[in-house]
């Protein structure tokens, strides 16, 4: 009834090409909006910052990142946690190089190294495609876990051989060490979230989007079109990285605080960012975050259930969660191997009809 | 060189108007071998500005090959190509693109995954100057482009008539429209030559039809030079000004289409011989 183009007309092309046509998408977009950046932090306790809201937040910056690598240029990539781990350490050597910068800078830079790393390692892309650029990303994930172990001078020679996170302040307010209050951790994360997501979208909405997937459908005829694949592919790779680095640093600074490469970045974290991605929906924004959501919400809501509300001991119910988290995602995949995205627009495609669909 | 235009069919409008003008491109005796077979066999021809040329040839004769090598897919072992009076270094594809060339596929190349807006937009990205930053941010130039290449292609949209599929996803198009939007995508380009390969194949009479019409617009109304490789020879002598004939990568025969039809190898190649 509410969710109507009808009536709404569009008098200039910037209109129609806006990212929520329908107005009522709009209003609930602003709504959630407010609600996250206004209502969350005041009743945000430690256990939904540390349980959910961060590691959300985080992950769904890592999958925006992986999606536009893999979802819309079509470079599968098993890296994620390696290049994660770039954000991490180039973050851990910047805080404590230069302790008198902001950390905001720090993570943006952080970024940028992680994107000129990312460029380097995309450069197979080139010569090549599909499952053997995904071998080579996978080198590249234990190159880097095996430099973050092996080089003392990205850890700067602690014995423990991890990395700690100085605490640091914006504002007056720790985001990072021991004293950050979870309010603190869940805007810095929010704030990122919102600025990468709509640099996400303002990039695969416009001219680089469209070079992207038009390698990801058809290299061929992108080529004939004037796409250069190398500039178009190694830009993915940049654009990508940069969000992965961003995603590794917070990971790090503000969520672990304290990490060592091979337990917080390894093969593991690459393939939950590319199950997120994969379950929430290759090419779509909304899916990256859908895949987040689901991926981190799941496993909690699993231990609350069977540990909270059945009472079963600890020790099983942490087994059966991960059976039941690997059986709905495959039968997730059987029922609907577009994703959650595709779930979303076919009811979002039902709901404008309803409830008169003839 | 025969340069009056060929027989003009009814569907023609205003053929007044068009003008063949000097050569815009050259082929000068290219031969293409892949190992030990000989596609093109030193072959020589021109296309002319605002002309319609047509490749044709039995299957195997190297027509499309001769398209990929304009279009910078194969790289001739001898011979030169001669674009607006400069020869051209060998380039990829993408380079050759942004000379303005266009060009169509024998099964359509289009992107399914994007809507046939974005798929159309697609055929200026070679325009589009904003850098990755700007985009971003979505700020000067991203910002400005998008409107006013969005012009652009919504004229292009309302000449082949796809209004109506706009924002649908390619991938659920049927063919003839799918081809419909892949000419699209090329005129998007706003090329110097489009090289359309085989755009009738597969289709029903009413699809060819409006092919022809738009191809014969497109010539007319942007006067855009149109090199062509198609078999149904009906279309071939109706819309060309000159044709091409190979057969066995090798030239046998170039002229307007009367001459063509008269030419006995021409016969020999697609009729046969008897050779009692």
Redesign the interface.
């Known amino acids: 009834m509410l969710y109507r183009e009808a009536g709404d007309f569009k008098t200039s092309y910037r209109d129609d090409a806006q990212t929520f046509p329908i107005r009522f998408d709009r209003r609930g977009y602003y709504a959630l909006l407010a609600v996250a950046a206004a209502v969350v932090p005041f009743v945000i306790n430690d256990y939904w910052a540390n349980a959910v809201f961060v590691p959300f937040l985080i992950y769904a910056i890592a999958a925006l990142g992986l999606n536009i690598l893999t979802g819309y240029c079509g470079q599968v990539s098993l890296g994620t946690g390696g290049f994660m781990a770039v954000g991490a350490y180039a973050m851990y050597k910047l805080m404590t190089a230069f302790p008198e910068v902001s950390v905001l800078i720090h993570v943006l830079l952080a970024g940028g190294i992680t994107a000129a790393v990312g460029v380097l390692f995309g450069l197979p892309s080139l010569r090549i495609k599909g499952f053997y650029l995904a071998v080579a990303t996978l080198a590249a994930q234990f190159f880097l876990v095996w430099l973050f172990n092996k080089v003392p001078w990205f850890y700067n020679y602690s014995a423990s051989g991890q990395i700690t996170a100085p605490e640091r302040t914006v504002l007056g307010w720790y985001v990072t060490g021991p004293q950050t209050t979870a309010a603190t951790k869940y805007l810095i994360c929010l704030g990122f979230v919102f600025l990468l997501a709509w640099i996400a979208r303002n990039l695969t909405r416009g001219t680089a989007g469209r070079r992207w997937m038009a390698i990801r459908d058809m290299d061929i005829a992108a080529e004939i079109i004037g796409v250069n694949p190398l500039t178009t592919k190694l830009s993915a790779f940049a654009v990508s990285s940069f969000f992965i680095g961003v995603a590794g640093a917070l990971f790090f600074s503000v969520y672990l605080g304290a990490a060592e490469v091979g337990e917080a970045f390894g093969i593991n974290k690459s393939f939950l960012v590319l199950f997120m991605v994969i379950i929430g929906g290759l090419g779509s924004i909304f899916g990256s975050f859908a895949g987040a959501a689901f991926l981190v919400l799941l496993p909690v809501f699993l231990k609350n259930v069977l540990g909270g509300v059945l009472g079963w001991p600890t020790d099983l119910a942490a087994h059966i969660e991960l059976m039941i988290v690997g059986a709905l995602i495959v039968g997730f995949l059987i029922a609907e191997p577009h994703g959650l995205a595709q779930l979303w627009r076919l009811a979002k495609e039902k709901l404008r009809l309803w409830p008169f669909p003839h | 060189m025969n340069a009056e235009p060929g027989p003009m069919t009814p569907e023609t409008p205003t053929d007044g108007a068009r003008r063949i003008g000097p050569v815009l491109m050259e082929m000068k005796n290219i031969t293409l071998r892949f190992g030990g077979v000989v596609a093109i066999k030193d072959i020589s021809f021109d296309i002319r500005e605002g002309e319609i040329r047509a490749i044709i040839g039995p299957n195997g004769a190297g027509k499309s090959s001769m398209l990929n090598v304009i ?1 910078g ?1 194969y790289h001739p072992q001898q011979g030169e190509v001669w674009f607006r009076g400069q020869r051209r270094a060998p380039m ?3 380079q ?3 000379q303005g060339i ?2 169509t ?1 024998q099964n359509i ?6 809507s046939v807006l ?1 798929n159309i ?3 200026r ?2 325009m ?1 100057r ?1 850098g ?1 930053l700007e ?4 700020w000067g130039r ?2 400005r ?3 006013a290449h ?2 652009k292609v ?1 004229k292009i949209i309302d000449f082949l008539e796809i209004q109506a599929i706009r924002k649908t996803p390619v991938g659920r198009l049927p063919y003839g429209l799918k081809k419909r939007v892949e000419l699209a ?2 005129l998007a ?1 706003e090329p110097k030559i489009l090289l359309l390969d085989e755009p009738m194949a597969g289709m029903n009479v009413e699809e060819k039809e409006d092919m022809c019409r738009f191809i014969l617009d497109v010539n007319d109304e942007f006067g855009t030079t149109i090199a062509l490789i198609e078999h149904d020879m009906g279309v071939v002598m109706d819309l060309s000004d000159r044709v091409v004939v190979m057969d066995y990568g090798r030239k046998i025969g170039d002229g307007t289409p009367d001459e063509v039809r008269s030419n006995p190898e021409v016969i020999a190649a697609y009729l046969g011989v008897s050779h009692d």
Do not use: H, I, K, N
């Open positions: 279009s897919f990829r594809p993408y050759v693109a942004r266009a060009r596929f190349a289009l992107f399914d995954g994007m974005d937009m697609t055929g990205l070679t589009m904003a990755l985009q971003a941010l979505w991203a910002a482009e998008e409107d969005r012009e919504e995508r090329a380009a």
